[in-house]
Each structure stands twice: as C-alpha cells, then as structure tokens.
C-alpha cells in the first residue's frame, strides 16, 4: 500500500497570505490527524477528522481549520498567517482509535 | 496537559552499544507507541503497545510499559550509525477521545 502523502512538501507564504495543505491517507485508513511541529513547542496536536468529522481539536486558534473529504483525503487551511505558523506541517492516518498512526513526510511552512 | 516526557533529551553512544530512552506520561493510557523521527523528516512508527500489554519486540527494538509508574521503555540494541534519530513516544486514551499526544523527544546520536 501506498504510504501517506502530503503536498506540497515546501511553502512559502507571507505574512497575512493563507494557505491550504493537502493529505491523502493510506487506502481503507478514515482517521486523519493534523500536527504542527516546530523546534520550540514540539509537535503539536491540531485536529483529528473521521469520516469527514472533525472528532477532535487541539488549542489551536480558529485560524486553523481543516476538513476532510468523503474519499478520505483532508485539507487544512491557515488563514491570515503569522511568522508564528512557520513550521513543518504533519499528516497522519489510522483505520481506527485502537490503531497504529502512520505518518507523511510533512509539509514545510515557511512565513515571511 | 497528557504531553509524555522522554528521558534523557539526547543520547550520544558508540556503534554496537545498547542505547534505552524512557517515556513518562500523566493519565491512564489506551495504547503507547513509540516513532522516529530523521532531521526535518515525518515520523516512522516502531511500535504500538497497549494498556494491557507489558512488553513488545520488532527486530532489534524492546518496548516495556509499567502502567503503575505511568512509564515506557524503548531499547535498541546493537545500534547502528542510521538509528542516528530522534525518537518520540506518543499516548492516546478514551477520555480524551484517543487523542494523541506526543513527549518532548529524545535525540539519539550512534556514533561510528
């Protein structure tokens, strides 16, 4: 099976652009997940979608939204962005809550 | 906050040595699963161990879990130059809707 992918893999933006990130999941996987990492606050956790339902949010502010598709695959946007957003931008899928969480190569967000 | 908390935050060993890292976290778990992370890269699964389980191995890696002391162990043993990474543990439990949650890391450097 193919592994989980992300595009585009580089991005740069500037200040008070907006930006839209796409993730197409392993075949058969409903769960998408959505992280931010970066060096000073680690990896963190944005949203979680199923069955293109938002199942989970993390403390992110609203500039942050995401949606997913009924084919599985999920976008996220960040609206309005901030030299803050600079980060690498994390996909990730599982069949289900018990499962393994499988990774894509992310997505380098650089603000300017 | 459920964040987990690696121990030590960097590793540095020679090629063929053991090298351990451990994993703290919070509150009642669901499932623990440790990944690795190459420089700027998306995260590799290793391993995924349950609540219910107390100890796992996949090749040359040996995962522990001691729900009493809210603790995992990842080991890797016989190490080589490419193990050169960082690892990260990451937790999800049903009260937080199997959120997942990721530690601080820990940076392994092998040696050669």
């Known amino acids: 099976k193919a592994g989980v992918t992300q595009t585009p893999r580089y991005l740069i933006k500037t200040r008070g652009q907006q930006v839209t990130l796409s993730c197409s999941p392993i075949?058969?996987?409903?769960?998408v997940s959505w992280y931010q990492q970066t060096p000073g606050q680690g990896l963190q956790f944005l949203f979680e979608?199923?069955?293109?339902?938002?199942?989970n949010k993390g403390n992110f502010p609203g500039r942050f939204s995401g949606r997913q598709f009924s084919n599985s695959r999920s976008e996220m946007n960040v609206s309005t962005l901030e030299l803050g957003d600079s980060a690498l931008y994390l996909c990730?899928?599982?069949?289900?809550?018990?499962?393994?969480?499988?990774f894509g190569p992310g997505t380098r967000l650089t603000v300017t | 906050s459920q964040q987990g908390e690696e121990d030590p935050q960097a590793l540095s060993i020679q090629e063929g040595e053991n090298a351990t890292m451990n994993c703290s976290y919070k509150?009642?778990?669901?499932?623990l699963q440790w990944y690795r992370q190459n420089s700027g890269r998306g995260l590799v699964h290793l391993i995924l161990?349950?609540?219910?389980?107390r100890e796992k191995h996949s090749g040359r890696l040996r995962v522990t879990l001691d729900t009493s002391k809210k603790s995992s162990s990842l080991l890797i043993t016989a190490s080589r130059a490419a193990d050169t990474a960082s690892y990260f543990c990451?937790?999800?439990?049903?009260?937080?809707?199997?959120?997942?949650?990721f530690g601080t890391g820990t940076s392994l450097t092998v040696i050669p």
């Open positions: 075949s058969g996987h409903r769960s």
């Open positions: 990730a899928s599982r069949q289900g809550a018990r499962y393994e969480q499988y």
């Open positions: 990451a937790t999800d439990a049903f009260n937080t809707g199997n959120q997942f949650y």
């Open positions: 509150t009642s778990i669901n499932n």
């Open positions: 161990i349950r609540s219910n389980e």
């Open positions: 979608y199923f069955s293109e339902t938002q199942r």
